[in-house]
């Protein structure tokens, strides 16, 4: 090959290169396989070594190059790099466009809002289509040029296409661009082009680099952000290449043409600047709303992460108009997803007495709005945990709330302590009956030894009606505590005697609610055996061993008289419950309770239609949208399936939901395979076929 040759196969193929780098991080398409992308880069190197004088900075091999830098120059903003107003509810959403409204009266908002990135917003200069300089934001005034490093990232183009190029994209993907606006564009785009964006990295590539640093005994990463950061301003590019960033562009600083922010992003994409396909036009707030609220559902399926959406004032006229304010543009604003950590402060602490009698310490702290709620309570759970917290009535502390968890203390912040705070001392007496509180041998719970307390009274009854159980509708707390106050009940057995005549002479109650009761009280009478025993409360007995004691004996008076050995049969109960269970059905009160029950329920043993997931465990986390969990649990057990509280290596399958809490990630560790609710939908139907 002579040096001509040479040079016309090297200007092809850096165009081919630049062409299938478009499809797959612009258009999210390929057309040719990794392995043949890659094989058209070897080539390239190959012919640029050979003829060197041919190699250009645009150049798909010059990603990675030179020596590292000894330090990074600073880089001086022309047009500052501001930040973005937080909101965090709708209310503070419409307080945001009543405020702007008020500058510009009269003038009618339409919106554009993009998936907010967790990660690293930076600065693309591009002179006669050529990336000269790529800085961080820095102060939002003065930043740091890394240039070397953001070459590395292949979803920023090196140089823009050329006007031949753009409109055979353009006729490819069958994009509708006005001919005016594309010819100012080409007019433009061949002098000073500034685009911004956000450099951030992939779930994936997050979990294979945490894997690394475990195998290398060093410790994981924190977050992305922080990964994104640190490997944009490694000296080295080598290094920053290794860790597989990813970049969307989301403004264009400079004028190319474009009337409103929806242009903006039209005019990136056919830059070659990718930008992410989830965001969107909205023409009011309502619709600014349910973006919102899909986004913040379908995040945990994104590739990457979010913490919330950027609204825009669509009309860059208006934009304009609107001005700063501070340190922020008053035209834009992020809707945040709500934090699932928050700081509160400890009040008081109070006992609750539990069905079992257990005491269980509950800290009442200031209230504090987490993950979408309003928390006033966090279970301390025992003594023990107290200790290790080392957490005192009135300590800062560190609220946690992920996903569907349920809150609770991870952190006390004893830095901010003022000398007043008080040790929390557990009771002598039990708070509702004042009788003696006892310490079992080997447990960290306190418990009221009085079986009549009115308190354990309220709450096994409340076990008993609750949905999981027997499923009493409308059997709330408030009717409970009023049938126990008037003597009509000292047990849930009792309620099966009750006559609408007992009813309807209480306060509140008026015929057709007294009806109401009687009818969910007598609907509850057939039961499936498993809710029954799960509706019994016997100690270490949750909702999966019920089902297992159900599936595997089949009648309760079977279970009534069976040994500890017989129970430990069965898997996933060991020696403690076991004892326990034994423990219950030996109590002459729990048998007087179990006996007048029989008289008034009719138990069935759940239905198998067939046992093709017989062996399988299965564990759900997050919110499923096409089921609730429990009925996607009811499936499972259908098909012979055991459904587990828990993550182990035994774990088969996790089903993954929307908003997944901490079992996603042990899970990804221990290697158990992932469902998400598309992929258990198929194989449901694979079973029900089998039946």
Known sequence: MDVKQAEQRINKLKKEIEYHRYLYHVLDRQEISDGALDSLKHELFKLEQEFPQFITADSPTQRVGGEPLPEFQKWTHQVPMLSIEDVFSSEELLDWKNRIQKLVPGEKFDYYAEIKMDGLAVTLIYENRELKIGATRGDGQVGENVTHNLKTIEAIPLRFPEEKEVREMIKKIDLDFDEKKLNILFSKIKERVEIRGEVFMGKKVFDELNKKQESAGLPPFANPRNVSAGSIRQLDPKITASRKLDFFGYALISNLGQENHEESHEILKLLGIKVNPENKYCANLDEVKKYHEYVGKKRSKFSYWSDGIVININDNKIFDRLGTVGKTRRGMVAFKFPAEEATTIVREVIWQVGRTGALTPVAVMDPVPIAGTTVTHSTLHNLDEIERLGVKIGDTVVIEKAGDIIPKIVKVLPNLRTGKEKSIVAPKKCPMCDTELVRKSGEVAIYCSNQKCFARSLKKIKHF?????????????????????VGLIRDAA????????????????????????????????????????????????????????????????????????????????????????????????????????????????????????????????????????????????????????????????????????SKYEKAKKLGVKILNEGDFLKILEIAEKSK
Do not use: C
């Open 465 to 485: 009606v609750s949905k999981k159980a027997m499923n009493i509708d409308g059997l709330g707390d408030k009717i409970i505590e009023k049938l126990l106050e």
């Open 494 to 661: 009792d309620l099966y005697e009750l006559e609408i005549g007992d009813i309807l002479p209480l306060e509140r109650f008026a015929e057709k609610s007294s009806v109401n009761l009687i009818e969910a009280i007598d609907k509850s009478r057939k039961a499936p055996l498993a809710r029954f025993i799960f509706a019994l409360g016997i100690r270490h007995v949750g909702e999966e061993t019920a089902i297992d004691l159900a599936n595997n004996f089949g009648d309760i008076l079977k279970i009534k008289n069976l040994k500890k050995e017989d129970l430990e049969t069965v898997q996933d109960v060991g020696g403690v419950m076991a004892e326990s269970i034994v423990e219950w059905f030996q109590d002459k009160n729990n048998v007087d309770f179990l006996e007048r029950l029989l008289k008034n329920v009719d138990l069935s043993k759940p239905k198998v239609i067939n046992k093709v997931w017989r062996g399988l465990k299965f564990i759900l986390t997050g919110t499923l949208e096409k089921m609730t969990r429990d009925e996607a649990k009811e499936k499972i057990r259908l098909f012979g399936g055991d459904v587990v509280s828990s993550v182990s290596k035994e774990t088969d399958y996790l089903i993954l939901g929307a908003d997944p809490g």
